[in-house]
């Protein structure tokens, strides 16, 4: 897919992942909607003015990916926007504390509703669009959390895991209309996410569990992100990005 003119969605977009998602998009010509609960005013604005370097221009708009009203809303302010969305990256997320024992099933319902549910909701008011322009992709983040079993977050790496198979079943529903849906799975990647652990996690996550010995960067992510987007022979795959953490076996 050429993105030059193209509208991307990117949900979560105002930090971390999502946000140099929107910006590798906003270099290449797109014109990007993101969302986010309530975001740091300067990091959105630094954002936009990114943007606008490259010529491109950046909607946010204010919306909580759990909630079904919002998810139709965003399709509906970006299309009311500029009339099409080609991209949907569904970046949207946060940690879910909590081992088998201590999952509350508020928790546990929430981390279906922001991880989950918010796909099938995203998807089903944007890709009627994407079929009327014979085109689209979509894709989703999953975590290496989701392809091992991590203690103390049951309901995380439950969500997570189920991502993968949702790219795999959307991608080969929606094949007929070209419209191409794949999954990345980060590993410790430095964002706002990561800011809760201590140095001591921090310096065993580096010397001990990711093989290459550093973090990852959301720029890291985001140029995976945009392969996946703009090479049209790839669709129903989930992409390892996390310094080979997930390969280990010691």
């Not at 949702?166 to 080969?172: E, G, N, P, T």
Request: glycine fraction near 10%; charge should be neutral.
């Amino acid at each position: 897919m050429e993105l030059a003119g193209k509208v991307c969605l990117v949900t979560g977009g105002t930090s971390g992942i999502g946000a140099a998602t929107a910006l590798a998009f906003a270099m290449r010509g797109a014109r990007v909607a993101v969302t986010g609960r309530s975001p740091a005013r300067e990091s959105l604005e630094a954002l936009k003015d990114s943007a606008a370097n490259y010529g491109s221009e950046i909607l946010y708009i204010q919306a909580d990916a759990a909630k079904h009203e919002d998810c139709k809303r965003t399709v509906t302010q970006t299309l009311d926007r500029w009339g099409r969305i080609d991209v949907l990256v569904h970046a949207a997320g946060a940690a879910v504390p909590g081992g088998f024992f201590e999952i509350t099933d508020e928790s546990w319902n929430s981390a279906f509703d922001v991880h989950v549910h918010a796909v099938l909701r995203l998807a089903r008011a944007a890709v009627p669009n994407m079929m009327k322009q014979g085109e689209g992709a979509i894709v989703l983040i999953g975590s290496a959390a989701g392809h091992r079993g991590c203690l103390g977050a049951i309901a995380y790496g439950v969500v997570k895991g189920a991502l993968p198979q949702f790219a795999r079943v959307l991608a080969r529903e929606l094949a007929e209309y070209n419209i191409r849906v794949n999954c990345v799975s980060p590993g410790i990647i430095r964002t706002p996410f990561q800011d809760a652990l201590t140095p001591a996690q921090v310096e065993n996550n580096i010397r001990n569990r990711i093989p290459l010995h550093r973090e990852g960067k959301p720029e890291d992510v985001a140029r995976c992100i945009l392969e996946l987007v703009e090479n049209d022979f790839i669709t129903g795959q989930d992409l390892a990005i996390d310094g080979g953490m997930t390969m280990r076996i010691v």
